[in-house]
């Protein structure tokens, strides 16, 4: 896939994330929910804190895991602070594979 094609396939996902987090929880409880979102590359982990709601939203950081970690793991880091302080995690795993079999992205170092 070129770079350009890449990046619009990207902004088409990240688009319809903001939907499907909107349908994914059915709904707004007091209480921390830990969701998934369907794409086309596989379940993406999403964690919203119990603060929010229709009437109340919230911040929704994309956190980007580096190569060799895990979306869920990566999410799993950042879950007591996003629920103390009230926003919500996005983990989208990573699309390219490493020699080490896990996931990355934006390409390699070494590959120029």
């Known amino acids: 896939m070129t770079p350009g094609r890449e990046r619009g396939e990207n902004a088409r996902v990240l688009k319809a994330l903001g939907l499907a987090l909107l349908l994914a929880a059915p709904s707004w409880a007091a209480e ?3 969701l998934e979102v369907p794409t086309k590359h596989g379940a993406w982990p999403v964690f919203i804190p119990g603060s929010a709601s229709p009437e109340k939203p919230c911040i929704l950081l994309v956190a980007c895991h580096g190569h060799g ?44």
């Open 69 to 112: 970690d895990t979306a869920p793991n990566f999410l799993s880091c950042l879950k007591g602070m996003a629920s103390r302080e009230g926003f919500a995690v996005l983990a989208p795993e990573g699309l390219e594979k490493t020699p080490s079999g896990t996931f990355g992205w934006n390409g390699f170092p070494d590959r120029g």
């Open 32 to 34: 921390d929910q830990d």
